[in-house]
């Protein structure tokens, strides 16, 4: 019995969970046993450090992504879809995910910065911006694109399935059907 990981990444307020909490929601309504797995709350429960001066440098970042990743494969292997939502943006864990990862598919949300400064939920971009974060993914801190991500949604250039949660995660559903992932 095998499940699945269907992994969204992005940087910060590209709209990962939101996407993802409208995955959970359809998933659950075919019974694929969802679970969702959120960077941000993964933090928390694994007591990963905010304020340190290395907890979002970029090896740091790798290691926990890698835990993650592990999860992910704990949890799929006991026949659960597992939706994470993660920035995760390196290539050293795009590439353990595709080693490891059965039934794996990708999602990169490609959000422009200015856009993300726009929207800035966690005021983030802002906070860097005064001068008060460092290692702010896609800024300061280099991250890697995901360019073999199973779908990519491209803000700019596909602006019509972006026009709510719900359009997007019908989009990403119908790709999953697509490609046998569910």
Known sequence: MSG?????????????????????????????RPILLDG?????????????KDSHARESRIELALKYAQMCRLLSSQGFTVVIATISMFDEVYAWNRANLPRFFEIYLKVPIKELRSRDPKNIYQRHTDGDLRNVAGLDL????????????DFENQPSIWQSPKSLADHVMSQ???NNII
């Not at 990444?9 to 309504?29: D, H």
């Not at 941000?40 to 340190?52: A, F, G, N, Q, Y």
Request: aromatic share 4%; no cysteine; hydrophobic share 40%.
């Open 4 to 32: 699945q990981v269907i992994w969204i990444t992005g940087l910060s307020g590209a709209g990962k969970t939101t996407l993802a909490n409208e995955l959970i929601t359809s998933l659950k309504q075919r019974d694929l």
């Open 40 to 52: 941000d709350i993964l933090r928390k429960l694994l007591k990963v450090p905010h304020k340190t």
């Open 142 to 153: 280099v991250v890697d694109q995901p360019y073999e991500s199973n779908l990519t949604l």
């Open 176 to 178: 999953l059907q697509n």
